[in-house]
C-alpha cells in the first residue's frame, strides 16, 4: 500500500521556467510534509517542508503548497535552473509513529537549456 | 563536522555471505535510520533507532540487524546475503521528529 504517491517518474522543463512537482498521499494521519533532492551517487538532501496547520511554505525559489482536503501537495520552483535537474522525493510525517517518514517514489526533473 | 559518514561506497557480495554496513553521526542527533533504495522506488526503511540501545523495525526488515551501542554508531548486519538484497543502503539521522540528514550511500550487489 504505496501511502505516499508520485504519478510522474520523470518531467522536462526549459530553464527559466516554473517547474511543478505533485505529491498525492491516503494516511489521513500525515500532518507534517517534506520535499527531498537527490543528486546521482549522493544521499537526499533536505528542501523544504510543511506543517498541515499551513497551505503554503515559500523559501526562496522554491514553494511548497498543501491541499489537505485534496490530500495533495506539490513543489513549484521558479525560476528553473539547470542545477535544479536531480530527483525530488516526497515525504510524509504521521502524528503517531512520529519518528518515522514515508517516501514517495520519486520525479526525475531535468531542466533544458 | 561530517555529517553522517557510510562505509563501503561500494560492495559486491556472493549468496551466503554477510557483512557489515557501517554509519556513523557526528552531530548528536538521538534518531537513526537505514533505508533502502531499488531502482525507481522510493526509499524504503529497514531499522531506526531513537537513542542508544533502543531499535525497532521498518517497513523491511527481514534479513537484517542493527545495534546502537552509542549515539553516533547505528551499523548495518546482512546475514546470508540475497540478491533480492542488491540495493542502495542510506543511513540517516535526526536531531527530533522531521528533517533527516542522509549519508552518501552504500551500493550493494549480491551475485
Known amino acids: 500500500d504505496q501511502q505516499v504517491k508520485q504519478n510522474s517518474p520523470s518531467l522536462s522543463v526549459q530553464e527559466g521556467r516554473i517547474s511543478i512537482l505533485n505529491c498525492d498521499y491516503t494516511?489521513?494521519?500525515?500532518?507534517?510534509f517534506l520535499w527531498y533532492k537527490k543528486y546521482p551517487a549522493e544521499g537526499p538532501t533536505f528542501l523544504i517542508s510543511i506543517s498541515s496547520i499551513k497551505d503554503k511554505n515559500e523559501d526562496g525559489r522554491f514553494t511548497v503548497f498543501l491541499n489537505k482536503s485534496a490530500k495533495h501537495l506539490s513543489l513549484h520552483i521558479v525560476p528553473s535552473q539547470p542545477g535544479d535537474s536531480a530527483v525530488y522525493f516526497c515525504a510524509a510525517s504521521a502524528v503517531l509513529g512520529n519518528e518515522k517518514l514515508t517516501f514517495g517514489t520519486g520525479t526525475r526533473l531535468t531542466i533544458i537549456p | 563536522n561530517a555529517g553522517v559518514t557510510q562505509t563501503p561506497k561500494f560492495r559486491i557480495l556472493k549468496i551466503g555471505q554477510s557483512m557489515t554496513l557501517q554509519c556513523t553521526q557526528d552531530?548528536?542527533?538521538?534518531?537513526m535510520y537505514w533505508y533502502r533504495q531499488d531502482p525507481g522506488m522510493g526509499l524504503k526503511l529497514i531499522y531506526y533507532s531513537v537513542g542508544a540501545g533502543i531499535t525497532d523495525k521498518g517497513e523491511v526488515p527481514n534479513g537484517y540487524n542493527v545495534s546502537r551501542s552509542t549515539t553516533e554508531d547505528f551499523p548495518l548486519r546482512l546475514e546470508l546475503a540475497a540478491p533480492s538484497q542488491t540495493s542502495v543502503y542510506f543511513c540517516?539521522?535526526?536531531?527530533?521528529?522531521?528533517?533527516?540528514?542522509f549519508g552518501p550511500g552504500t551500493r550493494l550487489t549480491v551475485t
Open positions: 540517516a539521522s535526526s536531531p527530533q521528529r522531521y528533517e533527516q540528514y
Open positions: 494516511n489521513s494521519m500525515f500532518d507534517y
Open positions: 552531530m548528536n542527533h538521538n534518531y
